[in-house]
């Protein structure tokens, strides 16, 4: 069983069936989730090994939420929770907490602490620690072996084609990405115009990330410097996306184009030969015809920072400490999910075209709040503007400002988490958190 094997076998016979991938079903204006990623981490820091009694399989072995395991070649690589979300292995390692969609904040900041918890008071037995740090500090890419999962051996093959830092991403960094339910296609169409602006002014106060093999480097956030190495074709900012026009049809047009990583058949894996999904469909050979799940699985391999999946996702954050995660999510909430954003606004920021945005990102992840914009107001100026509109998004949504307290404590200190990592007593670099009491 594969976490890849969606289930709907309608062969694909129209674009009419790629387009409704990604209409939504039954949207609820405000609901979120999240996707939350740790690393499993010794005494030493270093990332916990796949195999073996006390490695990370056996995390998802001692979790005690009902739950239905997922096996693959033999080894568990994941859980469905009974009731929604799962539990899952990334490649090195990073184990990922996938909520279900909650519509109010306080479901599901029970879920994700729950959820914890149960993985991390596993891991403690175990002899390490699930960490809240976007790049393990001491790793390197290859130190360890890849979770045994056929997927990831398939993508490690495509991106030793396409850059030179796919691996390091694969292996070494962890996210938090925060998905919000959008109605209609014209209401994704405003999300995706609103949030693409505020990205690197999020970014700068969430960067945590600055430790790579035991030293600082130049970044406060690795992540949009390595995932810009790792596969233009399929990572980045589309420009489509900054089309005032752009719809559902955008979005197949970019998946029907990008080169199909793998399909999944009953006898197991198939790996892509390098034609686009577009030109599998054409001509799929002894594998075809093509299905409904296929397309499923090949639109989970693209990787925008804005992605569109019957809701927006938005993957541009290092993971963050649980206060920082629900902060970060109650922003995206009441800035994104009121119908009239962002004229709503007490700012109106700037519409950066592609590269401007591209170099904004990449700005913020070296210098945090430091960064200096090539238009427009500060990051502290447009971050407390921001903050404020979105806490007025919140009372609109019967939610409390609250939930933002982590962020605007960072904006009026002028920091951001990479700030505050430390040298622990043997000279070793340590996050701002303590990583022994999470709770």
């Known amino acids: 069983m594969s976490t890849d094997q969606y289930g709907d076998a309608t062969p694909i016979e129209s674009i009419d069936q790629l387009v409704r991938f990604f209409q939504p079903a039954a949207p609820v204006r405000g609901r979120v989730g999240v996707e939350w990623e740790q690393l499993p981490l010794d005494e030493q820091w270093k990332m916990v ?33 009974r009731g929604g979300g799962m539990v899952e292995l990334e490649p090195g390692g990073q184990v990922e907490i996938a909520s279900p969609p909650f519509p109010k904040l306080e479901g599901l900041n029970r879920f994700m602490a729950r ?31 890849d979770v045994p999962k056929s997927r990831y051996g398939l993508l490690a093959r495509h991106l ?8 390091r991403m694969m292996k070494l960094t962890a996210a938090t990405q925060i998905s919000l339910d959008y109605e209609n296609e014209a209401d994704m169409r405003r999300m995706v115009a609103a949030v693409l602006p505020v990205l690197p002014y999020l970014l700068a106060y969430t960067a945590n990330s600055p430790v790579h093999g035991g030293r600082k480097s130049r970044w406060l956030s690795q992540r949009p410097w390595v995932w810009k190495g790792t596969d233009p074709g399929r990572c980045g900012l589309p420009r489509f996306l900054f089309s005032e026009r752009h719809g559902y049809g955008d979005w197949v047009r970019y998946g029907l184009t990008r080169p199909l990583l793998f399909l999944v058949r009953k006898e197991g894996y198939v790996a892509g030969d390098g034609r686009s999904f577009e030109e599998w469909l054409k001509a799929p050979g002894a594998h075809g015809p093509l299905t409904v799940a296929d397309w499923q ?9 804005i992605r569109v999946h019957k809701y927006l996702e938005v993957r541009t954050l290092d993971t963050l400490p649980l206060p ?23 700012i109106r920021l700037p519409r950066p075209s592609p590269p401007e945005l591209r170099r904004a990102l990449l700005e913020a992840a070296r210098r945090g709040p430091r960064w200096v914009p090539s238009d427009g107001s500060s990051p502290r100026a447009a971050m407390a503007a ?3 509109s979105a806490s007025l998004g919140l009372a609109r949504l019967d939610e409390s400002g609250e939930w933002l307290a982590p962020l605007v404590d960072l904006v009026e200190r002028g920091l951001c988490p990479a700030d505050l990592w430390r040298r622990d007593a ?3 670099w340590v996050g701002p958190e303590d990583p022994d009491p999470v709770f």
């Open 49 to 81: 090994p796949f195999d073996g009694p006390a490695g990370v399989e056996a995390v998802l072995a001692g979790i005690s939420e009902p739950k239905t395991e997922v096996v693959e070649n033999g080894r568990l690589t994941a859980l469905r929770l």
């Open 160 to 167: 030793r084609s396409t850059g030179t830092r796919g691996r």
């Open 324 to 346: 920082l995660v629900m902060a970060s999510a109650a922003f995206l909430k009441g800035l994104l999910c009121i119908p009239d954003a962002p004229d709503s606004w007490n």
């Open 386 to 388: 921001l903050l404020q």
């Open 115 to 145: 959820m914890l918890r149960d993985a991390d008071g596993v891991s403690r037995r175990l002899g390490f620690r699930l960490v809240p740090w976007g790049h393990a500090p001491l790793n390197g890419a290859e130190d360890l072996p």
């Open 297 to 305: 699985s090949h639109v989970s391999t693209l990787f925008p920072e």
């Open 426 to 428: 043997e000279g070793r």
